[in-house]
């Protein structure tokens, strides 16, 4: 087991509304990052947020925005939902920003109607 | 964007064959990393290797890595159905080795 976790499993939305998913990370990482991962491609890197601050971001806009919490647990938002945002949101802890091994949760499985 | 391009995109084998992955990547690396995926959940960590390292083995998987080429290769020895799943390579910024860029992913089937 990795000990990250992710909440909700699955989740239906529609086009317009915002939707908050969340994450908590392994017992001593101090970062988290999130993925989006569309259908039959590999995950794409969001953003990652190191001890409560975000460092780093990939090409979302920005209506994708996280928090990360002091026991560094994070929440990714997503504002106006459009329909290829549906996708499974994969959240990962290290503990550091250098090259440790990622552990991911099992992901939030988002569908955009 | 994605960085790394896989080869093949799906590979069917026997049980017992050897199963070999390749992955290209465009930009210098902190570390690459291979990861599994069954169908569409999370994704496991297989192997790690760093920049400055050639070649490295975890069991029945061997992974190797060629800066100059910007390549590496996963072989799985001896498979089994239960390899069976899509496998992705993903390198590490050289700034932030954390981040990491994805490839497409090769799909296994292992035929028992």
């Known amino acids: 087991e990795t000990g990250v976790t992710q909440s909700p499993t699955h989740l239906i939305k529609t086009r317009g509304q915002q939707v908050t998913l969340r994450c908590s990370s392994q017992?001593?990482?101090?970062?988290v990052s999130w993925y989006q991962q569309a259908l039959g491609q590999g995950p794409q890197f969001i953003f990652q947020?190191?001890?409560?601050?975000?460092?780093g971001r990939g090409n979302f806009p920005p209506r994708f925005s996280g928090l990360q919490f002091p026991n560094y647990s994070s929440e990714l938002n997503v504002n106006a939902l459009e329909l290829d945002d549906s996708a499974l949101y994969l959240c990962?802890?290290?503990?550091?920003?250098?090259?440790?091994?990622?552990?991911f949760g099992p992901g939030t499985r988002l569908t955009v109607l | 964007s994605q960085q790394g391009e896989e080869d093949p995109q799906a590979l069917s084998i026997q049980e017992g064959e050897n199963a070999t992955m390749n992955c290209s990547y465009k930009?210098?690396?902190?570390?690459l990393q291979w990861y599994r995926q069954n169908s569409g959940r999370g994704l496991v960590h297989l192997i790690l290797?760093?920049?400055?390292?050639r070649e490295k083995h975890s069991g029945r998987l061997r992974v190797t890595l060629d800066t100059s080429k910007k390549s590496s290769s996963l072989l799985i020895t001896a498979s089994r159905a239960a390899d069976t799943a899509s496998y992705f390579c993903?390198?590490?910024?050289?700034?932030?080795?954390?981040?990491?860029?994805f490839g497409e992913g090769t799909q296994l089937t292992v035929n028992p």
């Open positions: 990962a802890s290290s503990s550091g920003l250098d090259y440790n091994e990622q552990f």
């Open positions: 017992s001593g990482h101090n970062t």
């Open positions: 947020y190191y001890r409560e601050e975000e460092n």
């Open positions: 930009t210098s690396i902190n570390n």
């Open positions: 290797i760093r920049s400055n390292e």
């Open positions: 993903a390198t590490g910024e050289e700034t932030s080795g954390s981040r990491l860029t």
